[in-house]
Every structure is written in structure tokens, then in C-alpha cells.
């Protein structure tokens, strides 16, 4: 037996008859062979990275690619110190990053909350509580207000069901179900006859059929949709494959030189391949993807500290080249948390729910019972007290709460006879109780519908009711306007009187007595305008996404100091008029979309990404979830949806913008430090090949062998590039534009910068290197010298790292205390490398004289000096003035 299709087009008989089950359910015998056959009753777990998946995922660097070759072929060649380091740097690159994401992966596995939820089935006629991951095919399960739907299923019977699918449709309004049969074939969100897993019952109770579980059901579906989607590699990713790969061709080329130019001098293959493959292996910047990798690391711990989640390693450096952030402004710039905070009578404006006196307001006690019965939220019972439902419905039911009304409460005094929730069509919802020999039917909805249909009113104080004159209603549309205008969601209320005779609620919503407006307020976060503004700051282009009305956006985006016109703003039914060419011409322009859908989001998305740009967008629901995939960054709001959450790249525990700007501003930092660190240890590599490669032309012995060019790299360059990885983000970082975060790690001028360095170095070098030889200095003195050279130039040199954007005297120097304890481990480990018998028998060094050290130390002086000149000519003034042309230009689109 099947999954069965298209059971919406069926009869419940034939439902039953297709899935082999009855009235009744599955006997336990029938279900636990099913459950066999179609296995659990979840999405997608087995996919789940495992330890192993994750560790060998660490291996897909290219510059990791690089060191194993590098160590294979020193290993081949006996060269045992070369190979042991080489193997090394390996291990601690792959392991930082393995308990990185391994951490991360666990993290977001508690932050999801996998709950299992229990389900109410039918097994051979008797009730049982059971798992719904259990749950298969054929049975037959009980629902009411308040549960979640465990599977696709088929309804067989239902009493007033309405269905919250926003989740999995995008559609906002409850959905009412009906168990009979529908005629022809429909889109998803029109199948009235059926529930969907992941959606919630707002109100009604049902009794269903299970017709698809797990991966089958239309949330697998789209889960797997997600899933198969080809995983895009990571600008950062692409930039470190051209930087192996330049690395790569270069060492090639150096070694090919260097081999043959040997061979032609001293005719010996061997020793000259031997040599050529150590030096090459030993100029390797071993240290790089380890640097690299810590980068990451604490960027992502930084993240998380701030309430934010990475769930990846490489996703902070996309949100450091970020252009566009698209956001919804519920939770974001507004603490996504409704509540009343005023009422407006007719003969009393705006009066906050603080000063109300039920006991001297009969029109106030009943605008409470209003709030209170047309309402589909409900509690949960637990530890602490948790609403669900929509958010309008749970803040007029925390209004009732407040003043101790609940439904039970009512229902005790006056019985409650029926209810009539939301209807979009009619705009409002009812509820009808029992009131001494009358019946009295509550009504709660739009204020345009309400207004207009009411033809009594009652006031703060008075028992009695009048009919409403015409300037009165006049006055009760001007208010609703007004408070519109403030960004408020307004509820009007009112009431009336039925005979006791009727029973049920009719739709003749006419000759009412209007009570007043409910004002709700989703209040402004505190740090949203200045976040706001430091958005822009930062070169970024926020742009407001969201369904609400086109008043209330508009107010939040004035309040928040958004320059947003009725130009700059698109409704969803405009928008889907318009072609892909037709939107890709104006959404340059568009500050706000309103009125808008999950397939809407994918659009615009797209459309900006046709532009060029880099795109953040942020979601909170399981339709949310492929723009989610599709963004550069996905970025899910913590109260959000599991499917999101694992549809997005960052995931906000805190809903809030303020931490959207501390990722960006962690990933500029992150992109920063790794150009700084590729910079420093590409530069000493380059030196170092440069000087060998100068004496092998020339015939001469080796100024430094292969173990000092290692020591160097990794035990006095090992600590700075560390410490340097962690380098403080530098100040004003977010006032940069965004442009200048997507050139590659090392683009024309940081190339050319890199090589200039690399001379500036070695011409002292040289320098040293000639005059001692040619004076006859013993050769294992020269080396020493020119081992200590470059060690105290490599020293001095990554504090000119620290800023690739202003000079050395015009930065916090001292500010890294990491770098500070760095250097002066190196000192000490370049002293006791000259001056203790183990390392010099190792390193094959000899004892320095203090003149020696003056001159070493005034040599590394002079090559600061003329690499902060050149980093001046080089970069600082063409950056500048690249500033400069960038931010005129950013001015230029704003006006």
C-alpha cells in the first residue's frame, strides 16, 4: 500500500477504502507493520550532519589540499622536520574547525527544540495517546483548538474547524474546513477538506484521516525542495580556490627555476630536486588555513555571544559583503509583542487600559467580554502560562486577563450559546451568550465595517444607548483614521441584543450598538532607530518586506527614520502584475513592499540579486523558508519555525535588528583579518624564496636552510598570525562601504603590495647576504644573521598588519594584547634559538655578538619605515580616494 494522492477529491469512504481503514483505525498489529514500511513520521533526519560528515567536511579546503601534497612529498623525500610541522598545521586547522561546527551543530539542534508532540489515535475503535511520530497512513486521529497537525490528513468529520496554514500557505486569515468532497483540483491553499503537517487548529475539533507522513507530506515536500537545491559556494570559498591555486602555480614555477638553474651549476639531479622540493614545502604559508580557520571560529563565538547563531563557518564572511537586508518589521523593529494599550469611546478618546474603571463603566466591561469571546487564542498550562494563536487574538485575550475575564469565567454567568470566528469576507468575528431574558451576540472586526453597521452607540459611562447621529459616526472614522496613521491595529467593538429564542449565530451583522476601538500596539524596539540609521551608515540598503497594511508600514518606517514616500513603496498586487524585467527596473526604488506573500519574497530576492547584489533576508515561517535558501544570507527569527531555522545561514535568537548589524560588523571583521594575515604570512613566504633564490642563480651557498625558513613560519610566525586573527575590529568599520568588502582577499593592489614588501625586505637581505659572504664570514654566521633578519622583519612587520587602511602611528598599537605577548615570545624563542646548544645544533646557528643585534635591529627599523611608505603611496591614498568616489555615489542613488 501507497501514500495516497489527491484525497481532497475523494469521498471519506473512498479514503477509507484506498488506505485499507476504517471508522475504527488500524489495529496495532496493521500499524506497527506500517510504520515498518513507511517509517517514522518526521522530516528529513536521517540527513542530519553526523560528527564524521562534519570532520570530513574540513578537509574541503583547497589550501588543505595544498599542505597534504606539500606533506606527501616531504614525507617521499625523507625530509622528517618538514613533514612532521607540515602534518601538524594540518591537524590543528581540521580540528579547530571540526569542534567549531560540531558545537554550532549541537547548539542549533537544542535551539530547534525537537518536541515531540503526542496525538490523540484511533487503534481498533479505542483512544490512545501516542507519539505522532508513530503515526502512518490509514489512521485515524482526534484533533481540537490548540493542537498541531501532526500529518497530511483527509477530514472526516469536523464542528466549527478553523485552521491557521499562514506556515505553509502565506495566506494570513484562518482557514474555515469542511469534510465534504471537493469537485474539481485546487491549489493547496484552497483544499478545505484537508489538514496539513506543521499547520495549528484555531478553533472547532475534527476527527481525520492520516493520508501522508514524513517526507511525503507537503512540508517534506518542501523541506526536500530546500534540501536538494544545489549548495552554492561561498565567495570567501571561491577566493581561498584562487589563492591556493596562486600559491600553487607559483611554488611551482619557483621550484621548476630553481631546479634547473641548479642542475645547469652543479649538474647533481638529485640534490637539486631534493633541495628545490624542501625549500618550495618549506616557504609554504603553513599557518594560513589554521589562521583562517580560528578567524572563523571566534567570529562565529563573537556571533553567538551577541545572540546570533551561525551555522556554518563560512557564512559570516556573506554577511560582511551584505548590500541589501531585507526584513519583515514585526520582531525586528518592532518587538513583535501586541498588546492593548488603549481604548477610544466615542465620548472619550484614547484612554489607556491603566486609567479604565470597570466598576463605574458598563461599556467598559463589555468591550471586555467582546475581546474576550470573539477569540480564538487559548492558554497552555505548564510552568509559566503560554498563549497561542494569532497575535491579535492573543492580545485581546491578555486585555481579558488582565481585568480576570476569561471565557470560563463568562461562561459560568452567561452561558455561551455559539461562536462565529473571524470571517476575512464579513471582516469581523462574534460570539452569542445568554443575558437575563435576551439573548446578546459580541462582535469584534474592522472599524470601517463595524462603524458602518452600527446604528446605536454607548458611551464611557452611561448604562443606556442612543441612537448615533451622523456627526457622531463621522467623529468614529476621523479617530480610526488618526490612530491608523500612528501605526496602531485598531479592533472595533460593539453588540446586540437577540431574542432569547435564537440559539445560534446568524449573519445579519446590522443595527448594532457600538461599544469603541481597541487600540493594539506592537512597540517600537528602543535600539531600532539608531540601528536604523547605523544600517546606513554602513553603506547598507534596508528595505522593509512584510504583509501588513500600507499605513501601518509606513509609520513604523517614518518612526524609524526609513526615507520612505508612497513612491518607495509597492503593494503585493502591483507586484505581481509586473513582469521580471518590469520589477528588476524599479526595485532599485522600492523601500517597502506591503501586502506581500512567501512567493513575493523569492521574487524580490531574485530581482536584487539580477542587480548584483549581496542579500540578507530575514523570515520567521516554514513558507519563508526557500527565500530563506535563495539569499545570500538566510536569517531566521528565533521564534521562528524549525524549517526555517534550518533553511537559514544565521539564526537571530533575539529577533532583533541591533544583532543583525553586530554580524555584519563581525563579518567586515572577519574579511579584514584574513587579508591581514594572508598579507603577513605570503609576504615572510616571498622574502624567504626571493633570498634562496638569489644565491642558487648565483652559485652561492644557501643564505637560510629548509629547518629555519620552518622555525620562522611556524614558530615565530605561529603565534603573530594568530594573534593577528584575532585582531580588534577596527573603529568606523561600519561606516565603510560595502563595495570595498567584495573585492578578493587579495585583489591587483594587495598582490602588488604583497610582492613590493617581499623586495623591500630582501634588499636589506641581500644586502647583508653579499657583504658578509664576500668578506669571508663563515656561512653558518651569515645564516644566522639573515635567520634573525627575518625573523625581527617578520616582528615589526605584523604591526603594520594591524590597519590596511591607515598608518602605523595613527592606530590603537598596543590594543591586542595577544600581539603584544606574540612578539615578545618571539624574541625570546629568537634568542634561545642562537644562544642555546639544542636549538643551535638543530637550527645550526651560531652566537650573536650585541654590535650584530644593533644593526639586525636598525635594518628592521629602516624596512618598517619604508614598508608604511609604501603602504601610504600604495593603498592608503587610492583608497581614500575610492572611499571618497564610493560614497559620493551611494549619495547620488539616496537623492
Request: glycine fraction near 6%; charged fraction near 25%; proline fraction near 3%.
Amino acid at each position: 500500500m501507497e501514500k495516497i494522492d489527491n484525497a481532497y477529491l475523494k469521498s471519506v469512504r473512498e479514503t477509507f477504502q484506498e488506505l485499507f481503514s476504517s471508522e475504527k483505525g488500524l489495529d496495532e498489529e496493521e500499524a506497527q507493520q506500517r510504520l515498518k514500511t513507511f517509517g517514522l513520521n518526521q522530516i528529513g533526519r536521517e540527513r542530519k550532519l553526523t560528527p564524521v560528515s562534519i570532520f570530513l567536511k574540513q578537509f574541503r579546503s583547497p589550501l588543505v589540499y595544498i599542505l597534504v601534497i606539500a606533506g606527501v612529498l616531504s614525507s617521499i623525500l625523507g625530509e622528517r622536520l618538514d613533514s612532521l610541522v607540515i602534518w601538524i598545521a594540518i591537524t590543528i586547522d581540521v580540528l579547530v574547525g571540526f569542534f567549531q561546527e560540531y558545537k554550532a551543530s549541537n547548539t542549533l539542534g537544542k535551539l530547534l527544540g525537537k518536541t515531540v508532540y503526542s496525538t490523540i489515535v484511533l487503534r481498533s475503535g479505542k483512544q490512545r495517546l501516542l507519539d505522532s511520530t508513530s503515526l502512518v497512513p490509514g489512521d485515524v486521529i482526534l484533533l481540537k483548538s490548540g493542537d498541531k497537525i501532526p500529518a497530511d490528513s483527509r477530514i472526516i468529520k469536523q464542528k466549527n474547524l478553523e485552521v491557521d496554514e499562514s506556515l505553509l500557505t502565506g495566506e494570513s486569515f484562518p482557514r474555515k474546513k469542511i469534510s465534504s468532497v471537493l469537485g474539481k483540483e485546487r491549489v493547496l491553499a484552497e483544499r478545505d477538506n484537508m489538514l496539513y503537517m506543521g499547520t495549528s487548529i484555531l478553533s472547532g475539533y475534527c476527527q481525520a484521516i492520516v493520508t501522508s507522513t514524513g517526507d511525503t507530506t507537503e512540508l517534506g515536500q518542501i523541506s526536500e525542495t530546500i534540501r536538494e537545491q544545489k549548495e552554492e559556494k561561498t565567495l570567501i570559498q571561491k577566493e581561498l580556490e584562487n589563492l591556493a591555486r596562486f600559491i600553487g602555480v607559483a611554488l611551482i614555477t619557483i621550484l621548476s627555476i630553481i631546479f634547473f638553474v641548479g642542475v645547469i651549476r652543479t649538474h647533481e639531479w638529485a640534490k637539486m630536486f631534493s633541495e628545490s622540493v624542501a625549500l618550495a614545502v618549506s616557504a609554504l604559508p603553513e599557518g594560513l588555513p589554521v589562521a583562517v580557520t580560528i578567524i572563523f571560529a571566534i567570529g562565529m563565538q563573537k556571533v553567538l555571544k551577541k545572540k546570533g547563531l551561525i551555522r556554518n563557518l563560512l557564512a559570516t564572511e556573506t554577511l560582511g559583503r551584505t548590500e541589501v537586508l531585507c526584513i519583515d518589521k514585526t520582531g525586528t523593529l518592532t518587538e513583535g509583542k501586541m498588546n492593548v494599550t488603549q481604548i477610544s469611546f466615542l465620548d472619550k478618546k484614547r484612554l489607556s487600559i491603566n486609567d479604565l474603571d470597570v466598576y463605574s463603566s458598563p461599556t467598559t466591561i463589555e468591550i471586555l467580554k467582546s475581546a474576550t469571546l470573539c477569540n480564538q487564542a487559548f492558554t497552555e498550562k505548564g510552568k509559566k502560562k503560554i498563549y497561542r494563536g494569532n497575535a491579535t487574538d492573543v492580545a485581546l485575550l491578555k486585555f481579558g486577563h488582565k481585568f480576570n475575564l476569561s471565557k470560563k469565567s463568562i461562561d459560568k454567568k452567561n452561558s455561551i450559546l455559539d461562536d462565529f470566528p473571524f470571517d476575512p469576507r464579513a471582516k469581523l468575528s462574534a460570539a452569542l451568550v445568554k443575558n437575563g431574558k435576551k439573548n446578546r451576540m459580541y462582535i469584534c472586526g474592522s472599524p470601517e465595517k463595524i462603524i458602518d453597521n452600527s446604528s446605536f452607540v454607548s458611551t464611557y459611562k452611561t448604562v443606556n444607548t442612543r441612537r448615533m447621529a451622523k456627526r457622531e459616526r463621522t467623529t468614529l472614522f476621523a479617530e480610526n483614521d488618526y490612530l491608523s496613521t500612528k501605526g496602531f491595529r485598531i479592533i472595533a467593538v460593539a453588540y446586540k441584543d437577540v431574542s432569547e429564542k435564537q440559539r445560534s449565530i446568524k449573519n445579519e451583522f446590522l443595527e448594532l450598538t457600538f461599544l469603541g476601538l481597541v487600540v493594539i500596539d506592537d512597540p517600537l524596539r528602543e535600539s531600532s532607530k539608531e540601528a536604523v540609521q547605523e544600517t546606513e551608515e554602513a553603506g547598507l540598503r534596508l528595505v522593509i518586506v512584510t504583509g501588513d497594511q500600507v499605513k501601518t508600514a509606513l509609520n513604523i518606517a517614518k518612526q524609524v527614520g526609513m526615507p520612505c514616500e508612497r513612491c518607495n513603496i509597492l503593494k503585493g498586487e502591483k507586484l505581481n502584475k509586473l513582469s521580471d524585467k518590469q520589477l528588476d527596473e524599479v526595485i532599485s526604488d522600492i523601500s517597502l513592499f506591503v501586502r506581500v506573500a512567501p512567493n513575493d519574497k523569492v521574487r524580490i530576492i531574485k530581482s536584487l540579486q539580477r542587480k548584483g547584489k549581496v542579500v540578507a533576508m530575514t523570515g520567521d515561517g516554514i513558507n519563508d523558508a526557500p527565500a530563506l535558501h535563495l539569499a545570500d544570507i538566510g536569517i531566521a527569527l528565533g521564534s521562528g519555525t524549525d524549517v526555517a531555522k534550518e533553511s537559514a545561514d544565521l539564526v537571530l535568537m533575539d529577533d532583533n535588528l541591533r544583532t543583525i548589524l553586530d554580524t555584519i560588523r563581525e563579518g567586515r571583521g572577519i574579511l579584514d583579518n584574513i587579508k591581514k594575515v594572508a598579507i603577513y604570512l605570503l609576504s615572510d613566504s616571498l622574502a624567504e624564496v626571493i633570498i634562496v633564490a638569489f644565491a642558487i642563480f648565483l652559485g652561492w651557498p644557501l643564505p637560510i636552510i629548509a629547518s629555519q625558513i620552518l622555525w620562522i613560519n611556524l614558530v615565530e610566525d605561529g603565534l603573530p598570525d594568530i594573534a593577528l586573527s584575532v585582531e580588534p575590529i577596527e573603529r568606523n568599520i561600519l561606516k565603510l562601504p560595502p563595495k570595498i568588502f567584495q573585492k578578493p582577499i587579495l585583489d591587483l593592489e594587495l598582490k602588488l603590495f604583497t610582492l613590493i614588501i617581499g623586495w623591500i625586505d630582501d634588499i636589506a637581505l641581500i644586502g647583508l647576504f653579499v657583504y658578509y659572504y664576500v668578506n669571508g664570514f663563515d656561512i653558518e654566521f651569515i645564516r644566522t644573521m639573515i635567520f634573525a633578519a627575518l625573523t625581527i622583519d617578520s616582528l615589526f612587520f605584523v604591526y603594520a598588519c594591524k590597519s590596511l587602511r591607515e598608518p602605523l602611528w595613527k592606530i590603537r598599537i598596543l590594543n591586542n594584547k595577544l600581539l603584544n605577548i606574540s612578539f615578545i615570545i618571539g624574541a625570546i624563542l629568537l634568542v634561545s634559538a642562537i644562544y642555546l646548544p639544542p636549538l643551535q645544533t638543530l637550527l645550526q646557528t651560531v652566537p650573536l655578538s650585541f654590535n650584530y643585534w644593533i644593526v639586525l635591529i636598525g635594518v628592521g627599523l629602516l624596512d618598517l619605515l619604508a614598508l608604511e611608505i609604501t603602504k601610504e603611496i600604495l593603498i592608503l591614498r587610492r583608497a581614500r580616494k575610492k572611499h571618497k568616489e564610493m560614497k559620493n555615489k551611494e549619495l547620488k542613488v539616496k537623492d
